[in-house]
């Protein structure tokens, strides 16, 4: 079955500890997105990416980095510039530039500090 | 950027009761999006509907694009309705998309 698949659904970070946190797809979707959700809040945009090697800051990126090297992968680093990193973290896809088309996304991660 | 309201934040209900939650947004849209959100944070899709009626069981939503607002309706609710639930509109040329800040469910036997 297609989906989103993100990992670990829990991690502890050490103070100024770098973590990575993993997000694949099988849905062939062009475009993959990260958000951030605090608990009672909604969510917010870190970063997305609407093609492979190119990916553009949401609302709230500072102290968070990313990559896509390939079409099925976004993995997002939570540096130790990120001074509250405590959070729930989703991962999304969805058809991209082919036209707008409903996001997908996965069981999330939560983050917590040690 | 466009704004999405979501009302009431708050709604409790007696199992078997109906409810309507309202979306509101800023800016016209050609497509908006309902999600729940579970206990366990899992964000499943309820419907994607730029414009008119859809139905999925007990659960239909319309949007009205062109008075910018889109309407969740729930029949019969029972305890596993409880959760979050949001909606979604395109922002940013249609690369992005802006959440609302939710309501939030609570079913009660």
């Known amino acids: 079955d297609g989906g989103i698949t993100q990992s670990p659904k829990y991690l502890f970070r050490k103070e100024g500890q770098n973590v990575t946190l993993s997000c694949e797809q099988n849905?062939?979707?062009?475009?993959m997105y990260w958000y951030r959700q605090d608990p009672g809040q909604g969510l917010r945009l870190i970063y997305y990416?609407?093609?492979?090697?190119?990916?553009q800051k949401g609302d709230i990126a500072e102290g968070y980095s990313v990559s896509r090297e390939k079409k099925e992968s976004f993995p997002l680093t939570v540096t130790s510039a990120q001074k509250n990193p405590t959070a729930f973290y989703l991962c999304?896809?969805?058809?991209?530039?082919?036209?707008?088309?409903?996001?997908?996304f996965g069981d999330g991660t939560r983050l917590s500090i040690l | 950027g466009i704004q999405v309201e979501q009302s009431p934040p708050d709604l409790i209900l007696q199992e078997g009761a109906n409810s309507t939650l309202r979306c509101n947004f800023s800016?016209?849209?050609?497509?908006l999006q309902w999600f729940h959100q579970n206990p366990w944070g899992q964000l499943i899709n309820l419907f994607y509907?730029?414009?008119g009626t859809k139905q999925n069981g007990r659960l239909s939503a319309t949007t009205v694009a062109t008075e910018r607002y889109s309407l969740l309706y729930i029949s019969s609710s029972q305890t596993t309705d409880s959760g979050v639930y949001f909606c979604?509109?395109?922002?940013?040329?249609?690369?992005?998309?802006?959440f609302g800040t939710g309501t939030k469910l609570q079913v009660i036997p």
């Open positions: 999304a896809s969805n058809g991209g530039m082919r036209g707008h088309q409903p996001q997908h």
């Open positions: 849905l062939n979707h062009d475009a």
């Open positions: 990416s609407q093609i492979v090697n190119d990916f």
């Open positions: 800016d016209s849209v050609n497509n």
């Open positions: 509907i730029p414009s």
């Open positions: 979604a509109a395109p922002s940013g040329g249609y690369q992005k998309v802006t």
